[in-house]
Structure formats: C-alpha cells, structure tokens
C-alpha cells in the first residue's frame, strides 16, 4: 500500500521559507513512470499544483510560482520536500503531496494534506 505523509509546521511569518517534506512509504520515489507532486488549495479556492519531481530528480514548477519554489529530494529517506520562499498571507492554503502516474495520466495517491497559515 502506497502511503505519502506530509509534515511541516503550521504557522509561518512573512517572509520567511515554507519547507515541507512528503514521507513516501510502500513505493520508491526513484521508479519510473511517477512523478512526485506539491499541490495546494487555497481557502475557497481550486487546487493548484506547486511542481513536481520526477523519478529522475529533475523538477518542474508552476510559471506562477517558479521564482520561489523548489523541490528537491532525500532518496535514502525515499522523502522529498518543497521550498517555498517569502512567503504571504496568499499562501495560505491546504499543501498535499501527491504522485502522478505517468503511464495512466492522473494523480493516484495523495497525502492528507497540512494546514499552513502565513501570518505575522
């Protein structure tokens, strides 16, 4: 069975860096055909992914985002984490890690997301 977990403080001040790590546990971060997603959901608003990290460790982030976000990867820990610099009360939202599977086009497992308030 597939689990991710996310973990990450709840709280964070302007402008500081945001840095969540997602635990994935019954699957290797590393297999192809995955690619291993930070999405978020704002307060009445849609999901918007982040970026993502493929099994070969190169990234791909939203053009929205892309100046403050990066992803990167521990693979004897088989976790990776999100870096999101100077940070806003907007940021504030719902952040789920999720993988994507490439061959089926769709995201398959998810975390059960953590709540992130940016506030001074």
């Known amino acids: 069975q597939v689990r991710l977990q996310e973990s990450g403080p709840g709280l964070v001040k302007p402008p500081q860096t945001f840095s969540p790590t997602c635990t994935v546990s019954g699957a290797s971060i590393t297999t192809n055909s995955y690619a291993w997603n930070w999405i978020r959901q704002p307060p009445g608003k849609t999901l918007e992914c982040l970026g993502y990290?493929?099994?070969?460790?190169?990234?791909y982030f939203s053009p929205s985002l892309k100046s403050r976000t990066s992803i990167s990867r521990d693979t004897s820990k088989n976790q990776f984490t999100l870096q999101l610099s100077s940070v806003t009360p907007e940021d504030t939202a719902v952040y789920y890690c999720?993988?994507?599977?490439?061959?089926?086009?769709?995201?398959?497992?998810w975390g059960q997301g953590t709540q992130v308030t940016v506030s001074s």
């Open positions: 990290i493929r099994a070969d460790g190169s990234t």
């Open positions: 999720a993988r994507y599977d490439r061959d089926r086009l769709g995201y398959d497992y």
